[in-house]
C-alpha cells in the first residue's frame, strides 16, 4: 500500500513538473502583453483618467480642496496645479471639464502671486506667458487673494482668490 501511495505521489510530481513550462510560458506571455500595453500608453503619454492635450496629460480633480493641498495632491500624482499655455489650451481643458460632466465650475489651477504681489507664476515653473484675466482682474481683493481660478463669472475667465478657499482643481504632467 505504501508503495503504490508512493508511486502515485511521484507520477503526480512528474505530471505536474511536465505541466510546469507551458504555464511559465503563458505567464511570460501575459507579461509581454502587460509590457506591450503599458508602451502603448506610454506612446501615447496619457494614462487613464488623465486627458492629453499638446505634449501634457491633465487631470480634472473634483473634491474640493485648498490651493495649497490641490498643489500638494498634483505632486503626488507627478504634477501639478495646471499651468495654462494658451486660450487654445484653455478651451481643451475646459472641453476635458465638460466631457467629464463637471461643467464650468470654478477651478484652481497653478497661478499664484502669494511671494510677491502682481509677480504671477506657475507653480510647475513654466512661465507666465500667456492669461485669460477677467475684466478687472487679478485685484488682489481685500489683500489676500493670491491663487488662480479658472471658469469665474459669465465670460468663465480668471480671478484671482483667497487660497484658502475650496474649489475642484485641475493637475497636469508632462506626456
Known amino acids: 500500500m505504501k508503495t503504490l501511495t ?4 511521484v507520477c503526480a510530481v512528474t505530471a505536474l513538473t511536465g505541466a510546469a513550462p507551458p504555464r511559465e510560458e503563458k505567464a511570460d506571455e501575459d507579461q509581454t502583453a502587460d509590457v506591450n500595453l503599458v508602451k502603448r500608453w506610454t506612446v501615447r503619454g496619457c494614462s487613464r483618467p488623465w486627458s ?22 498634483c505632486e503626488s500624482l507627478g504634477g501639478n496645479l495646471a499651468s495654462v499655455r494658451s486660450l487654445q489650451e484653455y478651451h481643451e481643458i475646459q472641453m476635458m471639464m465638460m466631457t467629464g460632466h463637471h461643467g464650468f465650475e470654478e477651478t484652481w489651477i497653478g497661478g499664484s502671486d502669494a511671494q510677491e504681489e502682481k509677480q504671477w507664476f ?31 463669472g459669465a465670460q468663465k ?8 478657499v475650496r474649489r475642484p482643481s485641475v493637475c497636469s504632467k508632462k506626456a
Open 6 to 9: 508512493v508511486l502515485a505521489l
Open 52 to 73: 492629453r492635450s499638446n505634449d501634457r496629460c491633465f487631470l480634472y480633480v473634483a473634491r474640493p480642496m485648498t490651493w495649497a493641498k490641490a498643489e500638494k495632491h
Open 122 to 152: 506657475w507653480s510647475d515653473g513654466t512661465p507666465f506667458h500667456y492669461s485669460n484675466w477677467c475684466q478687472g482682474e487679478p485685484n488682489n481683493g481685500r489683500g489676500s487673494q493670491h491663487c488662480l481660478q479658472m471658469n469665474h
Open 157 to 164: 475667465c480668471w480671478d484671482d482668490n483667497n487660497c484658502s
